[in-house]
C-alpha cells in the first residue's frame, strides 16, 4: 500500500473537490466529489481506512482518539510546488465506525474561471463599480467565494480589500483575511465591526446568515463600501425574501441593493464545468418589494441553457437537469 501522503498526492492528482472515506461492513470505500459528481476511487481494508482517517486527523490537530462525535479540522498539504487547503469533517455511525469527508480547496490561480454566458462575467463587473451590496447564492461548490474573489482582486492594488469568512476558503496575499472563531468572541458581527474601524474599501463577507450580520452588511454598504456575500436561498429572487426574513426593511433593500446573482457550475460535454448566473439589478426587484412576484428563476435562465444547447456546450440532459436552478 501506498503512504498515506503518497495516498493524498494521488487523491488529489485527480483534482476533486470533495474526498469521502465511508466505513462498510469489511472495507472502507473512498470516493471522489469531481465537477459535480460522486465517482468511487478504492476500496481499502478497514484497518488501512482507519489508520488513514487517523493520520489526516493528526494532521488537522483532530482529536485522533475520538471516533464517535463530530469534529471539525483542516490542514495544508503541498502537491507539486502549490499549498492545498484542506477542510475535514468527521462523525462515527451508530455503530462506533468513522467517517471522514475533506473538502480540497486549491489556489485561486489554479481554478478553472470560466462563464457560460461571457458577457455575464462583464455584467458583474459593471455591477461592481456602482457600489453597494452584491450578494450572491447558489448551493455549496457553485464557485460563489471564486466569483468573488476575482472580482475583488481586479481593484488591488488601488483599494482595500478585507475578507470575513468562517473559515477563509482561498488564501489570497493581496487581502486582509479575517477568520471567525466564536469560542474567541470573533462572530460576523463583531469583525464586521472591527473593519469598519480598518477602513477597507471592499468588504468580502464569507455568509450573511443571521439578522445582526446583515444589519451590519447593509450599514457597511449605506456607507460607501463595495460589500460581496453569500446568502442561502434557492434563486436570485428569493434574495430578497431572505434578507426581509432577516429583519432587513425594504426601504434600506432598495438603497443599497446593487445586485444578485443565483449560480451554478453547470458541467459541459468537453467535461470542463462553466459559471452560469441568473442576474438580477436593482430596477428588476421592485415587484419583489412590492409583493407582487413570487421567487422563482428569470426568464433569462431557461433561454441561456436552451441557447448552449444550440451551441453544443451542454446536453438537453444537462439543460433539463438544471432549468430549475
Sequence with gaps: MPSFEEELAGVIRKQPSDLYILPHDRYYQLS???KGNLFPFKQ?????????ISYLKYCANMAVSEHRRPQLGAFKFTYAHQKINLRLSSV??????????IRFIY?????????????????????????????????MGAGKTTTMYQLARQLLPKQVVLTIEDPVEIDHPGFIQLQVNELAGMDYESLLKLG??????????GEIRDSQTAAMSVQAALSGHLVLGTIHARNAYGVVSRLQQLGIDSYYLQ????????????????GQQAV??????????SDLFSGTKKGEMSDEWAKDLQQAVENGKITENTARQYQQG
Design 32 to 34: 471522489l466529489a469531481i
Design 44 to 52: 481499502v481494508t478497514r484497518d488501512y481506512g482507519q489508520r488513514f
Design 92 to 101: 462515527g455511525d451508530y455503530q462506533g465506525r468513522e467517517s471522514l469527508v
Design 107 to 139: 489556489p485561486l490561480n489554479d481554478i478553472s474561471f470560466n462563464f457560460l454566458v461571457p458577457h455575464q462575467w462583464d455584467t458583474l463587473q459593471e455591477y461592481r463599480q456602482q457600489r453597494g451590496l452584491i450578494l450572491f447564492a447558489g448551493p
Design 196 to 205: 469598519l474601524r480598518h477602513r477597507p474599501d471592499v468588504f468580502i463577507i
Design 255 to 270: 438603497q443599497v441593493l446593487t445586485a444578485v446573482s443565483y449560480q451554478r457550475l453547470i458541467p459541459l460535454v468537453n
Design 276 to 285: 452560469l448566473c441568473d442576474l438580477l439589478n436593482r430596477h428588476q426587484f
